[in-house]
Nanobody
Framework: QVQLVESGGGLVQAGGSLRLSCAAS????????MGWFRQAPGKEREFVAAIRWSGEDTNYADSVKGRFTISRDNSKNTVYLQMNSLKPEDTAVYYC????????????????WGQGTQVTVSS
């Protein structure tokens, strides 16, 4: 299991960009699939993006395709979420997630969660 700490959230105007980072501790980071989820007020947590341990495969929710990019640097035990063309409906707490199975991440079943970072997009 890995421990996850997110950073990079904040307030941004619509059309702007933010990059979230998730630092992981644990020697097995390089073997884990990673993902991002988000939860808006009054809504359930939803999948945003996932990346395989090698970085070769990625998967995105339809709502963020073409705007968000997930990447990872295994040498730094860090996964990123570059968010461009942000919309007010992207406002949510964003959570980093990890797990040994890539498909499980995409299906919403990671084994570890971060504490979350707030992203607010103003109109």
């Amino acid at each position: 299991q890995v421990q996850l700490v997110e950073s990079g959230g904040g307030l941004v105007q619509a059309g702007g960009s933010l990059r979230l980072s998730c630092a992981a501790s644990g020697r097995t980071f390089g073997a884990y699939a990673m993902g991002w989820f988000r939860q808006a007020p009054g809504k359930e947590r939803e999948f945003v993006a996932a990346i395989r341990w090698s970085g070769e495969d990625t998967n995105y929710a339809d709502s963020v395709k073409g705007r968000f990019t997930i990447s990872r640097d295994n040498s730094k035990n860090t996964v990123y979420l570059q968010m461009n063309s942000l919309k007010p409906e992207d406002t949510a707490v964003y959570y980093c997630a990890a797990g040994p199975v890539y498909r499980a991440i995409s299906s919403g079943y990671p084994s570890s969660w971060g504490q979350g970072t707030q992203v607010t997009v103003s109109s």
